[in-house]
């Protein structure tokens, strides 16, 4: 396992102090439907990446926004599993943030919109996101990447697992490599870290994870491998790249499945930022930290995608 750590730097450390400040003014944020116009209104605030278009598509039967680079390389694709808890964000809200590792990996990228909770609850996203995949698979692609952050994070990590399996009876390619950003990979919430950095994350509160994994699950098993792909196989599984806050809660998902990779002779790369929290590359446009983190990704996953997928 390769892991760095990132120290923060000065201009980063004043706008995240400011932006602690501006929350603390605000009642903590809670996962629920009547939120989604809130949410997809501040992910939207990315910039768009110069050289992407934008078009409304379905894909495996699943609708969502594809993200096309002036650039991108014949034959490559990612599937990008956004964030939200399993209950909130979409496809058009995202396009601009995907649109962003589009444009470093020279790969066009599909969004799904993937069902939501609690009117859609597991196994809806996991079976959308599958689909997804399939359907770029079948469309002609040489090389399949996958990318996400927060739950759609974890939820393309647990897709990497599956797609990794069903790829061997030569139905779907192999996933090439997958890099998420702060992914939620442990619904059960076991890390040490839920507690150890509840007070430095201003954004994420065990509570608020406990509420929304009820509403994906119900009264499920929430350490079953489909949900929380911490407890999956992870063996075979393709190169795996993970950036994350230092001061988030969900630090030691990442630092866990790391070390799971790393254990099963497998290849895995962390990257810690110090003083940044949860899915801070969508700040693109205000954090030095975000852009360095972009590029990092959009390197790495143009690499992968460029050796294919065999």
């Known amino acids: 396992m390769s892991t760095t750590y990132h120290r923060e730097y000065p201009s980063d450390h004043t706008f995240m102090q400011a932006m602690r400040a501006e929350l603390r003014l605000h009642p903590s944020f809670e996962f629920g439907p009547e939120a989604r116009p809130v949410y ?3 992910i939207a605030k990315t910039p768009a990446a110069q050289g992407v278009t934008y078009d409304a598509a379905t894909v495996g039967g699943v609708i969502g926004w594809w993200c096309r680079p002036s650039d991108a390389v014949d034959g490559a694709a990612i599937l990008y599993l956004h964030g939200g808890a399993y209950i909130l ?5 995202y396009r601009t943030f995907a649109g962003q590792i589009a444009a470093r990996a020279k790969a066009v990228t599909f969004i799904p919109d993937y069902k939501l909770a609690p009117e859609h609850q597991f196994p809806g996203a996991v079976d959308d996101a599958l689909a997804a995949y399939r359907g770029l698979s079948g469309a002609g692609y040489s090389s399949l990447a996958l990318a996400g952050d927060s739950a759609g994070g974890g939820l393309a990590l647990s897709l990497l697992s599956i797609a990794t399996a069903v790829s061997k009876d030569g139905s779907v390619l192999r996933p090439a490599a997958a ?6 990979i442990d619904l059960a919430l076991t890390g040490d870290s839920i507690d150890a950095r509840a007070d430095a994350d201003p954004l994420l509160t065990r509570d608020a994870l406990e509420k929304a994994a009820k509403l994906y699950l119900g009264e499920q098993d929430l350490r079953n491998p489909q949900l929380s792909p911490l407890y999956g196989d992870i063996a075979g599984l393709p190169p795996v790249l993970l950036h994350v806050g230092e001061d988030e809660i969900l630090l030691d998902d990442s630092r866990r499945y790391a070390e799971r990779i790393n254990s099963a002779g497998g290849t895995a790369s962390i990257h810690v930022w110090q003083g940044m929290v949860h ?18 990704i959009g390197e790495f996953l143009y690499s992968h995608l460029g050796r294919g997928s065999a």
């Open 279 to 296: 899915v801070f590359p969508s700040n693109v446009e205000l954090l030095q930290a975000a852009r360095e983190a972009l590029d990092d």
């Open 40 to 42: 997809d209104e501040l």
């Open 89 to 93: 964000g979409s496809a058009a809200a």
């Open 179 to 184: 890099a998420v950003m702060s992914p939620w």
